[in-house]
């Protein structure tokens, strides 16, 4: 059993920076790969994932070049560092943990979810 709890959101100006967390229980951290989704006006939606050990990352094409993700396996966190914000990155971030070691952009593969955690990018 996992649990997740992300944070970091808030308001903030296009153009600007926000860095989410996700906190995460257990002792086996690093045996799950790692996804980043959003939520906006429905449907969840695939921005990035991570692998266990940090060492393979992959974003949904609006993002890539703006958001990083990475983890500290020491510290059950993985984090979601989001630069040059804009308006349309406006949604609900959750944070999801899938067995296996990979991450994937599949929603229905991952077993554990946080509460999420609110983002709006004014203009």
């Known amino acids: 059993q996992v649990q997740l709890v992300e944070s970091g959101g808030g308001l903030v100006q296009a153009g600007g920076s926000l860095r989410l967390s996700c906190a995460a229980s257990?002792?086996?951290?690093?045996?799950?790969?790692m996804g980043w989704f959003r939520q906006a006006r429905g449907k969840r939606s695939f921005v990035g994932t991570i692998?266990?050990?940090?060492?393979?990352?992959y974003y949904a094409d609006s993002v890539k070049g703006r958001f990083t993700i990475s983890r500290d396996n020491a510290k059950n966190t993985v984090y979601l560092q989001m630069n040059s914000l804009k308006p349309e990155d406006t949604a609900v971030y959750y944070c999801?943990?899938?067995?296996?070691?990979?991450?994937?952009?599949?929603?229905?593969?991952?077993?554990?979810w946080g509460q999420g955690t609110q983002v709006t990018v004014s203009s």
């Open positions: 692998s266990g050990s940090g060492g393979i990352t």
């Open positions: 257990g002792r086996t951290f690093s045996s799950y790969g």
């Open positions: 999801g943990a899938r067995s296996g070691w990979y991450g994937s952009r599949l929603e229905n593969e991952y077993a554990y």
